[in-house]
Nanobody, 120 residues
Framework: QVQLVESGGGLVQAGGSLRLSCAAR??????MGWFRQAPGKEREFVAA????????YYTDSVKGRFTISRDNAKNTVFLQMNSLKPEDTADYYC?????WGSGAGDYDYWGQGTQVTVSS
């Protein structure tokens, strides 16, 4: 079983940056994704990176602002978030799975989440 632990969330002003990390005991060959859930809203896909890091994609609202990356030697995946907006406020979750996709059902393991709050 893959255990995922997110960190790096916090309070930031609009236009600022945060870097989220997700550490695992073992990555093996999992694709990794980041999702977020704002209060009163459904969980939504943010970004994904393939097992070897050769492919990545993003939801339209974060393209050009967020970057997903991974360090397989350290079993860690990152989400660099720049030019943050108040609408980016949410709990952010990392997930690991063997399917390459943007649906929550494509991922088998989830972290506990880290809160990101962007003030205007």
């Amino acid at each position: 079983q893959v255990q995922l632990v997110e960190s790096g969330g916090g309070l930031v002003q609009a236009g600022g940056s945060l870097r989220l990390s997700c550490a695992a005991r073992t990555f093996r060959s999992y694709h990794m994704g980041w999702f977020r859930q704002a209060p009163g809203k459904e969980r939504e896909f943010v970004a994904a990176i393939s097992a070897r890091g050769s492919m990545s994609y993003y939801t339209d609202s974060v393209k050009g602002r967020f970057t997903i990356s991974r360090d397989n030697a350290k079993n860690t995946v990152f989400l660099q978030m720049n030019s943050l907006k108040p609408e980016d406020t949410a709990d952010y979750y990392c997930a690991a799975g063997t399917n390459w996709g943007s649906g929550a059902g494509d991922y088998d393991y989830w972290g506990q989440g880290t809160q990101v709050t962007v003030s205007s």
